[in-house]
């Protein structure tokens, strides 16, 4: 759910309000019948101001959820790079997310803090190499685009119609991943691209939470 405002949530999504109405009553749907869920947001020009005042936390509280992920969208030619925010904006967005963060309140963001104050400082995630090689994302046709969709190319492209997981996994185009670093803010691509200490230190962020939620007398002793 890339916003949890009505107007941003259709122009983000090009949906009616009737779709918005629709989802917040799946939304109630799962709380009344205490399905866990979280919300995987995705930051576009449209939404930017429930970040940067921070309305998108207080709501996403109130929708029943304690658990959000947040990075930017990654611009595309095919849309003519137009959904990106501008950099100061970006900063701005971060400054938000991050004091969220260290404020440790509910919803807790899934995504490191190395994500959103990278961004801020170099205006992109840094990563070495590439991560994307790590899963393999099959299309509603059976295609598979190696290494990934930016490079959308014909002699690129396998089936799971035609060839093997193992053929598909051992495709010579893997190895454009370890020099590729043309996505710059793409949350999935980051996330997977880090080292274990990055992950190590959000888990135990996310535990200590935890345990001072539900048992805070252990909290004051660890």
Not at 196 to 212: C, D, E, H, P, W
Request: aromatic share 12%; net charge negative; proline share 5%.
């Amino acid at each position: 759910i890339d916003s949890v405002f009505e107007e941003s949530y259709c122009m983000v999504r090009g949906v009616n309000s009737q779709m918005y109405q629709r989802v917040m009553q799946n939304l109630q749907l799962l709380n009344h019948h205490n399905v866990p869920h979280y919300f995987n947001s995705v930051i576009t020009k449209f939404n930017t101001k429930e970040f940067i005042d921070r309305s998108y936390f207080d709501r996403a509280r109130d929708l029943g959820v304690n658990a959000v992920s947040l990075t930017f969208v990654e611009d595309r030619s095919d849309v003519n790079y137009s959904l990106l925010p501008d950099r100061d904006t970006m900063v701005s967005v971060c400054q938000s997310v991050l004091e969220h963060i260290h404020s440790k309140k509910d919803p807790q963001v899934m995504i490191p803090p190395q994500y959103f104050e990278q961004i801020m400082e170099h205006g992109r995630g840094l990563f070495d190499e590439c991560g994307v090689w790590k899963s393999i994302f099959v299309n509603g046709n059976g295609t598979v685009m190696v290494p990934c969709w930016k490079y959308n190319d014909p002699k690129n492209t396998y089936s799971l119609l035609d060839n093997t997981i193992e053929e598909i996994w051992s495709a010579p185009q893997w190895e454009i991943a370890k020099t590729c670093h043309d996505c710059e803010v793409l949350g999935c691509i980051w996330y997977s691209s880090q080292p274990v200490t990055t992950f190590a230190q959000n888990y135990m962020r996310g535990l200590s939470k935890m345990i001072s939620q539900r048992e805070p007398q252990i909290a004051q002793q660890i």
